[in-house]
């Protein structure tokens, strides 16, 4: 039987009531079908690179294309009651077994044995994070939060870990360059928000080089495991740029200025062995035995009470979580500056011209 419009309208008051927020990509397909029931195929102009709320919609709502208005209704009321108290009730009750919990190309979520794991999944750009995966990362975190995971690990395909911001980031984004940087620090601070106040406990396995904010976001995580074939590497200065993730604050805390100018002034790059000696990496692994025990151990790591991990861990962030965003919030205004300066620009110019490599 098809929905009436009556049926249409009871549905849209059903989701008000929903006790259970049913996440992101429910509520984007519900947006999605509601404005295609209501006005038809999208007819508005697909908002700006940076406005992420208004172009996540704009993207769900496009996607349906020329979908009937009738059928468009229907799935609506069919998808709310997919999400009434009943079935509410049962999804709660899900174990964590084996699945693909997010659809992205670049970042690939899978949840298994009580470990959700976020994995750069862009081998042959050594990982570099486009502006999509910083969004994919910030959803993907949002989720595990409450998912029902103990652990959430981050990891790379391939031989790097990560290379750090790509480049073409600097060259792909609309309007001005005063826009673009303006935006960028808009995303890039709820980014790093998103790592200060994930509520877990936040696990890297570094399975080779990490490059700029890959490196920087470690002073975020709880533990950080490498391969001894791992290094680290923050170019900021020769970039142009400055520190970010907090690291203007959490390197000097963890390995003490001295060193922590050496890497964020100068640019120099630990081995594994060297930024475990200063205390940026929990352990360092031989390569060829690396994944097998490392995911033995987060295994049994993760057969701990999850609630217990997640009090202790809220124990040791509490104090700082206040100084960790006014860090953020710094790092990324004096970034935005930075980003417009002649030294920047030369130095991205360079390296999208193939005349530098680090
Ligand atoms: C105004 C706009 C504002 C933008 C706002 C952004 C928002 C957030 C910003 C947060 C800031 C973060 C700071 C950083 O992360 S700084 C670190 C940036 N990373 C780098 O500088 C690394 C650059 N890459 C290299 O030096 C080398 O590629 C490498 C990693 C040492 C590897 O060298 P290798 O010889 O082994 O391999 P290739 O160079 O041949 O690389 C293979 C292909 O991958 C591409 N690549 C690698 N890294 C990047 C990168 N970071 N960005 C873009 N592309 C990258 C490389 O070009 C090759 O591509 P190709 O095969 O097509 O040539």
Redesign the pocket.
């Known amino acids: 039987m098809r929905a009436s419009q009556q049926d249409f309208e009871n549905a849209v008051n059903q989701v008000k009531l929903l006790k259970k927020d049913p996440g992101n990509q429910v509520k984007l397909q519900l947006y999605a079908l509601y404005k295609q029931a209501t006005d038809g195929p999208c007819n508005v102009s697909k908002p700006g690179v940076f406005d992420l709320v208004n172009k996540a919609k704009w993207e769900a709502w496009n996607a349906l294309g020329s979908l009937p208005k009738e059928t468009a209704r229907q799935n609506y009321v069919d998808l709310v009651s997919s999400l009434s108290p009943s079935s509410e009730a049962s999804n709660q009750g899900k174990s964590g077994a084996d699945v693909k919990v997010q659809e992205s190309k670049d970042i690939v979520v899978t949840s298994e044995d009580g470990i959700t794991k976020i994995m750069f999944n862009r081998p042959?750009?050594?990982?570099?994070?486009t502006?999509q995966m910083?969004q994919d990362i910030i959803l993907a975190l949002k989720n595990a939060s409450t998912d029902n995971s103990a652990i959430t690990v981050f990891t790379g395909a391939g031989?790097?870990y990560c290379?750090?911001?790509?480049?073409?980031?600097?060259t792909s984004?609309s309007g001005g360059?005063e826009k673009?940087?303006e935006?960028?620090?808009v995303?890039?601070r709820e980014?790093v928000n998103s790592f200060i106040d994930f509520p877990k406990p936040l696990v890297a396995v570094v399975n080779g080089?990490a490059?700029?904010?890959?490196?920087?976001l470690l002073g975020l995580f709880d533990a950080v495991y490498a391969s001894d074939k791992a290094t680290f590497?923050?170019?900021?200065s020769?970039?142009g740029?400055s520190p970010?993730?907090c690291s203007s604050y959490t390197f000097p805390k963890i390995m003490g200025s001295a060193k922590a100018t050496e890497m964020l002034l100068f640019g120099k790059k630990l081995t594994a062995r060297e930024a475990c000696a200063q205390g940026l990496v929990t352990e360092v692994f031989p390569d060829s035995t690396f994944k097998k025990e490392i995911w033995t151990r987060l295994k049994a790591y993760a057969k701990l009470p999850p609630n217990s991990m997640r009090i202790s861990k809220q124990l040791i962030r509490k104090n700082e979580k206040e100084k960790l965003h006014a860090v953020n919030a710094e790092e990324c205004s004096t970034?935005k500056e930075r980003?417009?300066s002649e030294e920047c620009i030369n130095a991205i110019m360079s390296?999208?011209s193939?005349k530098?490599?680090?």
């Open positions: 042959p750009k050594k990982n570099a994070i502006f910083y031989d790097y290379s750090g911001n790509d480049l073409t980031n600097f984004a360059m673009a940087a935006g960028g620090a995303l890039l980014f080089p490059v700029g904010i890959s490196v920087t590497h923050t170019p900021f020769h970039l740029q970010e993730a970034l980003w417009l390296f999208l193939r530098s490599k680090l």
